[in-house]
């Protein structure tokens, strides 16, 4: 005989309480404590206190814990949470057996933009409070999410001035056809009326142009349709760039910020600060990619007390097939801010790039050099200094001596975005626009920390932890 189940039609005396049906060690017991130990007044969430008179609202502590499961859960959609509301234990008991419609579920989400992701910012400081971040080490990574748009829905800036060019010649077109027709209600030979039709034309065109002149004030070429705030990445994925910075000790994000940018190159310093303030350290070692290389912001986080390990962009001399003297070959003097070059000769600073931000030295003796062939195949050789180049090499011996911190910057940074990737469909977004995006991914950050440490803590010391 098979193991038997009890008659789901047998009557009970004394029924069991939906509590007892729930563990003590159920993370859903941790999203409860979590949530009931914010204000959520001061967070900035809307319907805190009800009307006197009309239909009262659902408390949005109740809709909160909704969404911090769905998020820990992979259930994102307003549909599928409603769903949840009456088909899932834990769901009943977290709110209490309310069972809100997809249509509230989903109007919190986008009411409540700036208050999800000050949720977030709390329970980073509630971890900070019980030592879970280390406070000295942090990785900082960028990884691109898509946008709920269809690549194939994109239009680029080119198409539109090719169709501004084909109404400029229909317009043409009807004005030479208005001048030729005295009688401006007669219709023309494609039909209609010719001012009617040369009105639209110029309506059209106007906003051809209104678009035009937006994506140029954006610095884009191409923009989404159906979510104009999203940027065309590489390879022609239509996304947003998420940019996070992880702490070493437990590998918890400390903060996440979503930008339109498709490289990383503008962020390093701007995350780092973020993070610093948010741990309240004075000086912080900051591990990141080559992709964050740049000179300006690794000579602001020098300033702040940021230690930045960061792999170097080095232009290298890609002329000559490898015969050509590389820079190396040149030595710089610094009291008399000159180069000097194989040949024994100085090469002075002649003029700089202000937007590459370079200094640029050279040397006319370079014609008549006899191992010209070895150094240039142009008029003479030109050697480029950065701005900031010392803070480069300082950064690019720093790094070079401890390439164990690339090994663990990876073994940081990535992981979490796999685990929000494999949470979220993927890495992609349900909500449009900047804010709602960045709203939506304080959610799966919150859910993804409020992971961690039930790992690191447990449910119980954590739940103890929040009501304390």
């Known amino acids: ?22 563990g003590e060690d159920n993370p859903v017991r941790v999203i409860d404590a979590f949530v009931d130990s914010l204000q959520l007044k001061a967070l900035g969430f809307a319907r805190i206190e009800a009307n006197a008179t009309g239909r009262p609202p659902y408390h949005p502590g109740d809709l909160l814990k909704l969404y911090v499961y769905g998020y820990m859960h992979r259930i994102r959609s307003c549909r599928a949470l409603e769903r949840e509301c009456h088909t899932n234990l834990e769901v009943l008991w977290l709110l209490n057996r309310l069972a809100p419609d997809h249509k509230t579920i989903a ?45 194939g ?21 009807w ?25 639209a034309l110029k309506a059209e065109r106007a906003t051809l142009t209104e678009r035009i002149e937006a994506m ?20 022609g ?50 591990l990141a990619d080559a992709g964050y290389s740049n000179g300006q912001l690794l000579k602001r986080c020098q300033a702040h007390g940021l230690i930045a390990y960061v792999p170097v962009n080095r232009a290298i001399n890609n002329q000559g097939d490898g015969k050509l003297f590389d820079k190396s070959a040149f030595t710089y003097h610094a009291e008399g801010d000159y180069y000097q070059c194989p040949a024994g000769q100085r090469l002075a600073k002649k003029t700089k790039s202000t937007a590459k931000r370079l200094y640029l030295y050279t040397n006319a003796a370079c014609q008549d050099c006899h191992v010209r062939e070895h150094c240039t195949t142009a008029g003479q050789r030109w050697v480029t200094r950065h701005f900031e180049e010392d803070v480069l090499d300082a950064v690019a011996d720093r790094t070079a001596a401890n390439p164990l911190m690339m090994q663990r910057r990876k073994g940081m940074v990535e992981h979490p975005f796999g685990t929000l990737k494999r949470r979220m469909d993927g890495g992609r ?40």
């Open 1 to 22: 005989m098979h193991v038997q189940g009890q008659d789901r039609y047998q009557a009970t005396l004394f029924p069991e309480r939906l509590d007892e049906l729930i």
């Open 175 to 199: 004005l030479d056809e208005l001048a030729d027709n005295d009688d401006d209600d007669e219709p023309p030979s494609g039909g209609g009326n010719t001012r009617a039709a040369l009105q």
């Open 153 to 173: 829905k994109v239009t680029r800036r080119q198409e539109l001035k090719q169709q501004l060019q084909r109404l400029d010649t229909q317009i043409s077109s």
């Open 237 to 286: 994925q239509v996304g947003y760039n998420v940019q996070s910075t992880v702490d070493g000790k437990h590998c918890l994000i400390v903060d996440v910020d979503v930008v339109q940018n498709a490289n990383d190159q503008e962020q390093l310093y701007r995350m780092a600060r973020r993070t610093q303030r948010q741990l309240q350290e004075q000086r912080i070692t900051v």
């Open 429 to 468: 977004f349900l909500l449009r626009g900047l804010q709602k995006v960045k709203a939506e991914m304080a959610l799966a950050v919150t859910a993804y920390n409020l992971t961690r440490a039930i790992n690191v803590l447990g449910t119980r010391q954590l739940c103890q932890a929040l009501a304390a």
């Open 107 to 151: 109007n919190f989400r986008v009411d409540n933009r700036v208050a999800l992701t000050r949720v977030c910012r709390a329970f980073v400081q509630f971890c900070r409070s019980q030592s879970l971040y280390g406070g000295e080490t942090i990785a900082i990574d960028g990884s691109k999410f898509g946008a709920d748009n269809n690549r």
């Open 216 to 235: 140029d004030e954006a610095g884009v070429n191409a923009q989404p349709d159906t979510d104009p705030e999203a940027r065309v990445m590489r390879h």
